[in-house]
C-alpha cells in the first residue's frame, strides 16, 4: 500500500476524514495489505469479514479499495456523528468490545504513531 499512500491522504481530505483512520485499521485489520481474505482481494481493512469466516469484500485494485473505504468511513461513521474510535470500533469490531476494545486499541497506537 506504500506507493499508494498519497492517494490515501488525497481521498481522505476529499471526503473530509482523517487519513490516518484509513491506515490504521489497514494496519490492525491486515498489517496494511500482507494479510487479506485473498491475495487479490484488495480489502487491507477487513471489509465484510465476519467472524469465523475468511472471505470479504474484493476490490479490483488498491485504488478502488481506497476510493471506497474512504467513502464508507465518511458515510457509515462520520456522517453519523461516530468520530470517537470506540464508538467507531463498537461498529466496525463488535466482537473486540468484549475484549476490552482490542480492535479500538489498535486502530489508536497505529494512529497516534503516524504523524
Not at 9 to 33: H, P, T, W, Y
Not at 38 to 51: E, L, M, P, Q, T
Request: net charge negative; proline share 4%.
Amino acid at each position: 500500500m506504500t506507493p499508494y499512500a498519497d492517494l490515501i491522504v488525497q481521498k481522505s481530505d476529499e471526503k473530509g476524514i482523517d487519513f490516518r483512520l484509513a491506515v490504521a485499521i489497514s494496519m490492525c485489520e491486515s498489517n496494511a495489505g500482507k494479510r487479506m481474505p485473498s491475495r487479490n482481494s484488495y480489502n487491507a481493512w477487513g471489509i465484510a469479514v465476519y467472524k469465523g469466516q475468511l472471505s470479504g469484500a474484493n476490490f479490483k485494485d488498491w485504488p478502488h479499495a481506497i476510493d471506497w473505504v474512504t467513502t464508507y468511513i465518511k458515510e457509515k461513521y462520520y456522517d453519523q456523528g461516530l468520530i470517537d474510535l470506540k464508538d467507531i470500533g463498537a461498529r466496525w469490531a463488535p466482537p473486540s468490545v468484549e475484549t476490552g476494545y482490542s480492535w479500538t486499541n489498535c486502530v489508536e497506537e497505529f494512529q497516534s504513531s503516524i504523524i
